[in-house]
């Protein structure tokens, strides 16, 4: 995966079924039940992920103890990055409904399970075909689960991801133009040097009407940006109540870097009708 995705030996599973998913002794939908996992549950995966299973990839090997394995139904389940524990984010499990952000279209809602988002900046930014969210402080896109969930038939829904990223003019607060009464920081910043791009859009992977959202290793992302416009490292830490860290040079200029928003494009693609697009952009937070 891209984007500085976080690497790990162990491979994890969620289950989307709302009934949950039966453990068999064989991979076999006929073979014993052994055991089961809840709706929202996340487990260890014992083989390697693609691995073909009595002739096929509709089977994962699960890891029940450090000596026993069984076997799920890949139909039920959604590849996670993280365990259950690491999921949570003070939710019950990864996928606990009333923790969660929803986001109602006239022809879908959408579920962020496990996430927080602020009411009033869902309630006002309503723009065309798109939603604006903000963030909670504390929560993060990172492993979350999405479902859609159609109000009308529909062939199928896909989802893309991308984030946006910024990098601005550091504020010095030391200078005395800008300590100065009149001081403006939009005058200011409207005469600085500043850039925003965002990469190109990557698919979710999906089970049924489940995504799972990538995992970004922030300092990994900002090393790539640098790489692709050959910036220079620098470090001028100036921070007081906020963080205001220069940690690159573009046109000169000691510059701050963020990893502003995350966008979801939605494309629905409703029964006898052409395909319909949405978008939400959700401004992260970063800390208090």
Same mark, same amino acid.
């Given at each position: 995966?891209?984007? *500085?995705?976080? /690497?790990?030996?162990?491979?994890?599973?969620?289950?989307?079924?709302?009934? *949950?998913?039966? !453990?068999?002794?064989?991979?076999?939908?006929?073979?014993?039940?052994?055991?089961?996992?809840?709706?929202?549950?996340?487990?260890?995966? %014992?083989?390697?992920? *693609?691995?073909?299973?009595?002739?096929?990839?509709?089977?994962?090997?699960?890891?029940?103890?450090?000596?026993?394995?069984?076997?799920?139904? +890949?139909?039920?389940?959604?590849?996670?990055?993280?365990?259950?524990?690491?999921?949570?984010?003070?939710?019950? +499990?990864?996928?606990?409904?009333?923790?969660?952000?929803?986001?109602?279209?006239?022809?879908?809602?959408?579920?962020?399970? &496990?996430?927080?988002?602020?009411?009033?900046?869902?309630?006002?930014?309503?723009?065309?075909?798109?939603?604006?969210? &903000?963030?909670?402080?504390?929560?993060?896109?990172?492993?979350?689960?999405?479902?859609?969930?159609?109000?009308?038939?529909?062939?199928?829904?896909? !989802?893309?991801? +991308?984030?946006?990223?910024?990098?601005?003019?550091?504020?010095?607060?030391?200078?005395?133009? !800008?300590?100065?009464?009149?001081?403006?920081?939009?005058?200011?910043?409207?005469?600085?040097?500043?850039?925003?791009?965002?990469?190109?859009?990557?698919? /979710?992977?999906?089970?049924?009407?489940?995504?799972?959202?990538?995992? !970004?290793?922030?300092?990994?992302?900002?090393?790539?940006?640098?790489?692709?416009?050959?910036?220079?490292?620098?470090?001028?830490?100036?921070?007081?109540?906020?963080?205001?860290?220069?940690?690159?040079?573009?046109?000169?200029?000691? &510059?701050?870097? /963020?990893?502003?928003?995350?966008?979801?494009?939605?494309?629905?693609?409703?029964?006898?009708?052409?395909?319909?697009?949405? %978008?939400?952009?959700?401004?992260?937070?970063?800390?208090?």
């Amino acid at each position: 995966m891209m984007w *500085g995705l976080l /690497l790990r030996a162990q491979t994890y599973y969620t289950v989307i079924a709302k009934n *949950g998913v039966v !453990v068999r002794q064989n991979p076999d939908s006929r073979s014993k039940q052994i055991a089961s996992f809840s709706f929202g549950q996340t487990f260890e995966v %014992h083989t390697v992920p *693609g691995s073909s299973i009595a002739g096929n990839n509709n089977w994962i090997e699960v890891k029940l103890s450090p000596k026993s394995t069984g076997y799920v139904s +890949t139909q039920y389940v959604l590849r996670s990055y993280l365990s259950e524990e690491e999921s949570r984010q003070g939710c019950l +499990t990864s996928m606990d409904k009333e923790h969660s952000a929803k986001v109602m279209f006239k022809k879908f809602d959408l579920f962020i399970y &496990c996430y927080a988002v602020f009411k009033n900046c869902y309630d006002d930014l309503i723009r065309k075909d798109s939603v604006y969210l &903000c963030e909670e402080t504390f929560y993060e896109t990172s492993n979350k689960i999405l479902e859609i969930t159609p109000k009308i038939a529909i062939d199928s829904v896909s !989802v893309f991801y +991308t984030k946006v990223e910024s990098i601005d003019e550091q504020v010095d607060y030391r200078k005395p133009a !800008v300590q100065a009464k009149n001081w403006s920081y939009e005058t200011w910043y409207k005469n600085t040097v500043h850039w925003k791009g965002m990469e190109e859009y990557v698919r /979710l992977e999906k089970r049924n009407n489940f995504f799972r959202l990538p995992i !970004v290793q922030y300092q990994n992302v900002e090393k790539l940006r640098k790489k692709k416009m050959a910036l220079r490292d620098t470090l001028v830490n100036l921070s007081g109540e906020t963080d205001n860290i220069a940690t690159m040079v573009y046109k000169g200029k000691p &510059c701050t870097y /963020l990893i502003e928003s995350v966008i979801l494009k939605i494309i629905l693609y409703p029964k006898n009708s052409a395909p319909e697009t949405r %978008h939400i952009k959700i401004i992260l937070s970063y800390g208090c």
